[in-house]
Every structure is written in structure tokens, then in C-alpha cells.
């Protein structure tokens, strides 16, 4: 996807739903059982799946206003800058939150915005997500590897700030290999930034299959690809990163609106 930028105690229905309000989490929101096993799968294995985190009315709602925000294009690296983007996520900030996935203060810092189908094809070589969105552009040797994109500034931060981020793909559609589904490297987030990450390409993947509604945590350090889809249909992602309130060296993060810090 990188052409486009943009565990203790029970996770009980409750505590989620009030958490997301208006995103009608059902009653099979975690499909572990408990907050640790949640946490100690994604910190082992760099990704794990959160079945039926959105009610399908809602994400048929979500949707919607994802393509408003696109106009037709297969995506959007800067989602955040629609009200209703910027409410789910501190929606999802404060998920995840409560479930000790992201520590307190943690910010919901880039939404994008996939559309994948047989007419806006492409696959991903496997790679790791590194950069960031930034307010402006600053002077730094520890941030490199700068770009202009879509109205911001996007560079590749210090390996500690990568290592405290977590995206969340939220499905808006239900996804097989056949759509072009990420596929993933489990624990390769492990190893740090890596120089040659083709040459890993013969290990074994974790198939990032999911039903509509669904979402997969992932760390951005995760080794991933997709392969273009082969059958008619949509694959529609929103793609959450999730990142620390402060930056160092003076970096900030863009100013979206409504942004909720927890």
C-alpha cells in the first residue's frame, strides 16, 4: 500500500462501545480473550486481527463518506482533514487506549484511504512503512528521506519513534487473497529498520484476510506486501497510524482538526 500516504481483563462489549460510540462495536468486538493476549500477539507477532470491530451499517456510513472524500481516486494519504475521519479516530484512539494497546496521550496522526480493484491495481513490494507526516519541515540528520505529498511533509524519523507507532486497517470490505491482501512478515518488527527487506521474501507470511468490519493491528516495522487483485470487487482500507504526543528534535505532528489526545 505504500503508493499511498494519507493483555489483562477481558475486552468486554461494553467498555469498546462506549469507547467508539457511534461505531456500534458488536458483541465479538476481541476475539481473545483478554487485554494481554491482545497486546502480547501484536508485540510478538507485529499484527493481529480485531474481528467485527464495526457494525456493517456503520461501515457502510464510513464508506460513503470515504468516497465523498476521494472523489473516485483510488486514495488519500491525508484523511484526517475530514471532520468525520478525525472523529472516528479519537474514537479508535481511546479503543485502544482502554485496551492498553497505545499508552495514554497517544495520537491518532494519519488516516489513508485505499481503493483497490480490478481497474486501480497495483501491488507492494515488501517494505516497511517509514515515514511520517510532519507539520513542517525541519533540520535534523535524524530525520531524512523527505517528500511533499498531498499538501504535507512526510520523513523518516528516528527508529525509536517508529518503534512507539501502531496503525490500524479497518476493512470496509471483506478481503481474501484473491483481493490483494496484505500479507506480513510475523515478528520481522523485531529486527528494526531493515536495509534488504526483499531479501526476506522467502519466509513465511501471515495472510491479513478480514471480514467487513473487521480490523488488523499492525506495527509500521512489520514487513509487508499486497499483490494485486484478480477477481471484480473492492478492497477499501482505512488505514489508521497511531503516534506519541511529542517528537523529538522540535518535529510536530500535522495540526488536523478535532484531534483527541487520551
Known amino acids: 500500500h505504500g503508493a499511498w500516504c494519507g493483555r489483562s481483563g477481558a475486552v468486554g462489549h461494553a467498555t469498546v462501545s462506549k469507547a467508539l460510540m457511534g461505531v456500534q462495536v ?3 468486538a ?36 470515504a468516497e465523498g472524500a476521494t472523489h473516485g481516486r483510488a486514495g488519500s494519504r491525508c484523511l ?20 492498553r494497546l497505545l499508552p495514554p496521550g497517544s495520537l491518532a496522526v494519519q488516516c489513508i484511504y485505499f481503493e483497490k480493484t480490478l481497474e486501480h491495481n497495483w501491488l507492494v513490494a515488501l517494505h516497511q512503512d517509514l515515514s511520517l507526516p510532519l507539520r513542517n519541515r525541519i533540520e535534523s540528520p535524524a530525520w531524512h528521506g523527505w517528500s511533499y505529498k498531498e499538501g504535507h511533509h512526510f520523513a523518516q524519523p528516528p527508529p525509536g519513534v517508529l518503534e512507539q507507532c501502531l496503525a490500524l ?36 507470511f501471515q495472510n491479513c484476510t478480514a471480514q467487513e468490519g473487521d480490523a488488523w493491528l499492525m506495527r509500521p516495522l512489520a514487513l ?38 487520551v
Open 26 to 28: 458488536g458483541d465479538r
Open 224 to 261: 509487508h506486501a499486497s499483490s494485486k487483485r484478480n477477481t471484480p470487487g473492492r478492497r477499501r482500507v482505512l488505514h489508521f497510524v497511531f503516534g506519541p504526543a511529542t517528537l523529538p528534535d522540535g518535529a510536530q505532528w500535522p495540526q488536523w482538526p478535532l484531534r483527541a489526545k
Open 80 to 99: 484526517l482533514m475530514e471532520t468525520w475521519c478525525s472523529e472516528l479516530a479519537g474514537r479508535l484512539t481511546q479503543a485502544l487506549v482502554s485496551a
Open 169 to 204: 486497517r479497518l476493512h470496509l470490505d471483506s478481503c481474501d487473497e484473491n483481493d490483494g491482501a496484505l500479507r506480513i512478515v510475523r515478528g520481522s518488527h523485531r529486527q528494526g529498520i531493515l536495509q534488504t527487506p526483499s531479501s526476506h521474501s522467502s519466509v513465511q
Open 30 to 65: 476481541v476475539g481473545l480473550r483478554s487485554r494481554a493476549q491482545l497486546r502480547d500477539t501484536v508485540e510478538q507477532d507485529g499484527c493481529v486481527r480485531w474481528p467485527k470491530l464495526v457494525s456493517r451499517s456503520r461501515v457502510q456510513a464510513l464508506a460513503e463518506h
